[in-house]
Structure formats: structure tokens, C-alpha cells
């Protein structure tokens, strides 16, 4: 079979950072905090909806290209293509995406 990972280019993802914004939507203003701790992104999201107060975290592992190889190694499976975006583009430090294809070491 064939493994196909999709995930965030880290490198891009420290690059571009947007600490703190704000966006409003349906009439809701909603507060977006990054931060990076641990070499994970950490994104928070406050509002209110209605008189109630929300929050959400999401937390993701800023793994790179090396780590993927390593951790595909480990279970037998080697990369055979990376790209770095939807239209198949070579992967970059700067790309989008970093999506891998990988299959089993015979």
C-alpha cells in the first residue's frame, strides 16, 4: 500500500506567525492567540455567543521533513515523493503544505 501524510510546513508555519488577530464573523468577534511552546503551535480561540463565554485550543507538533523520514523509518516505510502543496509542487522550505508519499521498505 501507499501512506499519504498531509501536513503544515513548519518552517513556513514559524515564519508566518500571526501572534494575536481578530476576526468577526456572523456578527461574532472572535480572538485568535498563537504561540509556539515546546515546538508545538498552540492556537487559541475565545468569543462570546449569546451572553456565554468560549474557548477552544488546538495544539499541533511542529514535526519537519527530517522527523517524518525518521519516524516512517522506524516502521518500515521509506518517502518516495514530497510536495509542498495541492497542485503537486516540489517541497520547499518556503512551500505551503509538506505532503508525503510513502510505502513499505521491501
Known amino acids: 500500500g501507499t501512506l499519504?501524510?498531509?501536513?503544515?510546513?513548519?518552517?513556513?508555519v514559524i515564519a508566518d506567525l500571526v501572534a494575536q488577530e481578530s476576526k468577526i464573523i456572523d456578527g461574532i468577534n472572535f480572538k485568535i492567540t498563537r504561540k509556539i511552546i515546546d515546538n508545538q503551535i498552540i492556537k487559541e480561540i475565545n468569543f462570546k455567543d449569546k451572553g456565554e463565554t468560549f474557548t477552544f485550543q488546538e495544539s499541533v507538533k511542529l514535526l519537519?521533513?527530517?522527523d517524518?523520514?525518521?519516524?516512517?523509518?522506524?516502521?518500515g516505510l521509506k518517502v518516495m515523493h514530497t510536495f509542498g502543496n495541492y497542485n503537486l509542487d516540489e517541497f520547499q522550505e518556503n512551500s505551503d503544505r509538506l505532503i508525503i508519499i510513502a510505502k513499505k521498505i521491501e
Not at 499519504?4 to 513556513?12: E, R
Not at 517524518?68 to 516502521?75: G, P
Open 64 to 66: 519537519t521533513i527530517i
Open 4 to 12: 499519504v501524510i498531509d501536513f503544515l510546513n513548519s518552517q513556513k
Open 68 to 75: 517524518f523520514k525518521l519516524y516512517l523509518q522506524e516502521v
